[in-house]
């Protein structure tokens, strides 16, 4: 079909909720249109974007309905990609393949820089690998931020076998989706991380967990998987590196390291004392590391473009980029990679585009679920790990999700708490007990029955949970409660008894 | 069910027993997994009943009752929310005259709430079947719903 046009369209998951698969269905028996379906660049707000080939480039037409293919076909009216503010002024390097390569084509991964991290791990020692982590200063991207390196020398050093490499991607924070993004748009990104971690920690058998609201994910990464080990790439050093998908069913404490391993072997998914750590006891006892499927794709290139790059992005404590996670009323929601240190004003100015039509501002919270929240005044902060923790707060996944004037504070904190204690995996009693009282108390002060011994107690229980549970989920969900009151203290006191 | 449990046992036999994968696979078969089933499940797997009841009951999308036709499934998410999920979930519970958890009375619809579908850009979401919406209105309700008439 020589005289059809190559449009390429998103088959994200987000970009067909807006629209691409009406596109796709409408444009399907086109003898003129030859559709390629990619990743999304993950500027949502211009989804459905449909781009074609130019001499400059692709161009694109943003928010495409399924009459506007004439014009497209005319090549009128598009513009530029390179002239999109939102993507021109990011960093892209972990998402660089987003909106440019068909998710299963190897041979463009490849072609695009693709493997090449692989190629030097097997030039190097596992000890030589995990030197070039450190130089890196690369830190866990799930939440904990842990430096990557030390896991790994954990669990090279461990004794006994076999060792398990996981990739966590039970991306549960509401308001991220980079993980799904890479699972179903650049597959072969997080295959090759987790095959450099085998080979430094010498791991015979991968496995990737994947929560169940997230099929397309599965599918492809299952296809990515086929074609791998097709391509003869899922082996190290003469041995096969079997990676297999697992999927969760739908609890939110599966993202914890230990309940995920729990899960994983089909258990309930209930949070593990620590120590020992999963790398020198993870799965089936065996050391294990959990690293999120974020974390794996950031690693080819620090092997191919070297730690000391790595490095020289960033701030002291936060080296490289973070993809940010925009969403909530902001008017343009959507990814953004970017070096570690720019502040959130300047994130949700510069990328968010301010506040959607009709909205004004009122909080925004980073770190998803858990996070903390901060108000107009707060935004100064930089977006780095040291700064938020400073700040008692976390940059979790780098899910950020503003909520604008109509926003009731009293009832999204009774949300943050009803949350905690819906996904409570129930082993220890601060976060079990704890999360169920503090779910009561604001429940009765949203019903106007709370007294200030209300707001105190609320503050007593924070603290407890804070300090005495075993993992972060009930030790960050008091966070998002405490700094609501914080920042917006007339909202409930007005609805104080008397 | 006797077959089912057979047939699955042998897929996984080869594997350590894993209580989630089996209940898993039996769900896809069956579209849920029948307390009956316990005891038999228990049994292929050499393990207890109270094992393998833990598990069922722990997580959310392991279901002992058959759902209805479709599963209507509105996020939550923290991005949904802001964008106004509550409002949807109204419109839903209104047109459907049910509530959260439960299934209209000719056996058409279920409706839940899930945590988050990694949606957030295009919030807020319903998700029908293996259907997903972004940037759901109210007024939308409607017609989404007629589609599966």
Redesign the interface.
């Known amino acids: 079909m020589s005289s059809a046009t190559r449009l390429y369209l998103s088959n994200d ?2 970009a ?3 629209g691409a698969g009406l596109l796709a269905d409408a444009w399907a028996a086109r003898p003129d249109v030859q559709l390629i379906r990619l990743s999304s660049r ?1 500027a ?2 211009l ?1 459905p974007m449909v781009e074609r080939d130019s001499p400059d480039g692709r161009v694109a037409w943003c928010n495409v309905q399924p009459e506007d293919l004439p014009s497209i076909l005319a090549g009128t009216g598009g513009t530029p990609v390179r002239s999109i503010p939102f993507l021109a002024n990011q960093t892209r390097f972990t998402c660089a393949n987003f909106g440019e390569t068909e998710p299963l084509a190897l041979d463009e991964y490849q072609a695009r820089g693709g493997l090449k991290g692989l190629e030097e791990a097997f030039r190097l020692t596992p000890d030589a690998i995990i030197e070039e982590l450190r130089v890196s200063q690369l830190r866990g991207r799930g939440g904990a931020a842990f430096p990557v390196w030390n896991k790994w020398k954990v669990a090279q050093q461990a004794k006994g076998g076999p060792k398990y490499v996981v990739a966590n991607a039970d ?7 980079c ?2 993004m890479i699972l179903e748009g650049d597959p072969f990104r997080l295959l090759e991380g987790m095959l450099i971690c085998a080979r430094a920690i010498g791991a015979s058998r991968g496995y990737v967990y994947c929560r ?4 397309a994910a599965a599918v492809t990464l299952r296809a990515a998987i086929q074609k791998a080990d097709e391509a003869e790439l899922l082996e190290l050093d003469g041995e096969p590196f079997p990676i297999e998908v ?7 404490v599966c993202g914890e390291e230990t309940a995920l391993l729990e ?1 994983l ?6 949070v593990r004392a620590r120590p020992p750590y999963p790398a020198q006891a993870g799965l ?1 006892g065996r050391p294990t590391i959990v690293s999120n499927v974020l974390t794996f794709a950031t690693i080819p290139q620090i092997l191919s473009r070297g730690g000391a790059w790595h490095a020289s992005l960033g701030t002291e404590q936060s080296r490289g980029t973070i993809a940010l ?5 902001v008017k343009h ?3 953004v990679e970017v070096p570690f240190g720019l502040s959130l004003r300047q994130v949700l100015e510069q990328f968010g585009g301010g506040m959607a039509p009709g909205s004004r501002f009122k909080a925004v ?1 980073v770190g ?2 858990l996070g903390s929240l901060f108000p107009a005044d707060g935004l100064d902060l930089p977006i780095c790990y040291d700064a938020f923790a400073k700040a008692g707060a976390v940059l979790g996944h780098g ?1 950020i ?4 004037h109509e ?1 009731d504070m009293v009832d ?1 904190a009774r ?1 943050f708490m009803a ?1 905690t204690a819906d ?1 409570s995996c129930g082993k220890c009693t601060p976060c079990r007990i704890g999360s169920v009282r503090g779910r009561e108390i604001l429940e009765r002060i949203q019903a106007g029955g709370g007294t200030v011994e209300d707001l105190t107690l609320l503050d007593d229980l924070g603290e407890t949970m804070k300090l005495a549970s075993l993992c972060a989920l009930g030790g960050r969900a008091p966070y998002p409660v405490l700094t609501a009151i914080e920042h917006f203290p007339v909202e409930f006191r007005s609805k104080l008894r008397t | 069910m006797h077959e089912q449990v057979e047939k699955i046992h042998r897929q996984v036999r080869s594997e350590p027993p894993n209580i989630l994968k089996t209940l898993l696979a039996l769900q896809e078969q069956v579209g849920h997994v029948p307390v009956e089933a316990i005891p038999e499940i228990a049994h292929s797997l050499g393990t207890t009943t109270a094992h393998i009841a833990g598990v069922l009951s722990y997580y959310p999308d392991l279901r002992v009752a058959a759902p209805g036709r479709h599963i209507i499934r509105v996020c939550m998410g923290e991005s949904c929310y802001a964008n106004g999920c509550g409002r949807v979930l109204r419109a839903l519970q209104d047109r459907l005259r049910t509530d959260v958890g439960e299934t209209t009375s000719g056996g058409k619809f279920t409706l839940d709430t899930m945590s988050c579908a990694g949606n957030c850009a295009v919030s807020p979401t319903v998700l029908i079947d293996r259907d997903l919406y972004g940037r759901v209105l109210p007024s939308e309700v409607e017609t989404m719903l007629e589609r599966y008439r």
């Open positions: 998951t987000s067909r909720a807006a993950g949502f707000f989804e991306e549960g924070d509401a308001g991220t989706y993980d799904r169940q609201e997230y099929p697992v999927q969760g069913a739908g609890s939110y899960s072997e089909g258990k309930r998914g209930v089936f996670q925009l969403g909530g009323r929601p959507g990814l919270q998803g679920p899910g999700v503003v909520y604008d926003t999204l949300h949350f996904e």
